[in-house]
């Protein structure tokens, strides 16, 4: 009778095993009922909301399709009926002497009074060694100076979103200019960074990443954690979502107290190797994210929710699926008509 049940007891085990493994990869059942949406979530806009007109200059861009009292609010709407409270505004690259990029006065404040009740944090930064030199103090002195009087110009705009790239794990003189921002900014402004992923374990990984105890130290000096989760080259649906899962719990677990929002995809770039478009995208990364929240009998309170990468790259499609398979169900307001910012 034991010979007999031996292939039976070999096969339960092997489809137990099977079964872990499925269930460590897999992001088990979608999350659709809004529980991780805190209407707190983020978002990348273009340059052309506050670039001023050298910008459109040099790109050859059309100033009307931003600089309108009307468009500004109709994405202010967008935005509100779909969960966003932080905007990070394109004003990239800096100068390679740590001059910011100019924004238009009247521009920002136009923007301003169509965001009221958002958090307004620019994004600066640009390329480390072509545009950012954060280990020269003379850069870091014109970059922090750039940065006040951009604050102090419009006082209702809420901090600044920093992104550098790429930025190596364990850059002492990142800390130095955090440090140095929060030491000049005016009491009460945010210091939101855009951070590095945890490393990739299952292969080399040539961009940078930020191991845990650079995530903890560059946390204590900031206000936002907001890690890009994209361009990992995975090339399954599955393979991204299981890093999705593993990566939100190491960034909120890594990151302290400091509030966490997840960069998560929503653009097709062709060119980028390191972007698969049909596996590395919006729904994807949620499942992941929502995977790996579920593993907690209580949520982070540093869990804030996720950022989208990018504004411009948004077709309706993705915002009625973000509105219905992510936000939350309170019958809150909704932007039926959508314009094309391009």
């Known amino acids: 009778m034991r010979r007999r049940q031996r292939p039976f007891l070999l096969l339960l085990g092997i489809a137990a095993i099977a079964g872990s493994v499925w269930y460590a990869w897999s992001s088990g059942r979608p999350v659709t009922d809004g529980r991780y949406d805190f209407r707190a979530n983020g978002i990348w806009i273009q340059h052309g909301w506050l670039g001023d007109d050298s910008w459109f200059d040099r790109n050859k861009r059309e100033m009307t399709l931003f600089r309108d009292d009307a468009r500004v609010r109709e994405l202010a709407d ?29 521009q920002t404040e136009r923007f301003l009074d169509g965001f ?31 940065v006040v009087a951009l604050l102090v110009s419009h006082p209702r705009l809420a901090g600044i979103h920093l992104n550098i790239e790429p930025l190596p794990d364990g850059s ?32 080399s990984y040539s961009k940078a990443y930020w191991a845990k105890p650079y995530y903890g130290q560059v946390a204590q000096r900031s206000d936002q954690i907001v890690p890009m989760m994209y361009d990992t080259a995975e ?33 097709d770039d ?32 540093n869990y ?28 809150e ?10």
């Open 333 to 342: 307001p909704f932007v039926t008509e959508i314009t094309d910012n391009n």
């Open 172 to 203: 002492e003189a990142f800390l130095v200019l955090l440090d140095e921002l929060r030491q000049a900014m005016p009491t009460g402004k945010i210091i939101s960074v855009a951070a590095f992923p945890p490393p990739l374990i299952s292969r």
């Open 116 to 146: 009221s009740g958002f958090r307004v944090l620019p994004w600066i930064g640009g390329v480390l060694g072509e545009h950012c030199f954060p280990e020269s103090s003379a850069w870091r002195g014109t970059f922090v100076s750039s």
């Open 304 to 331: 804030s929710g996720v950022a989208i990468y990018c504004e411009w790259e948004m077709d309706r499609s993705e915002w009625d699926w973000f509105r219905t398979d992510f936000g939350k169900k309170q019958g």
């Open 78 to 106: 967008l935005f509100a009926g779909h969960g966003i409270r932080d905007v990070f505004p394109h004003l990239c690259p800096c100068t390679s002497d740590g001059r910011i990029a100019l924004a238009d006065a009247i």
């Open 270 to 301: 062709s060119c980028e190797k390191d972007h698969l478009a049909q596996t590395e995208n919006l729904r994807n990364a949620i499942a992941g994210i929502h995977a790996g929240l579920k593993t907690y009998p209580v949520l982070p309170e």
């Open 235 to 267: 090339p399954t649906a599955g393979s991204y979502r299981h890093l999705m899962r593993v990566w939100s719990v190491q960034a909120l677990d890594w990151s302290g107290r400091t509030p966490v929002l997840f960069g998560v995809p929503a653009y």
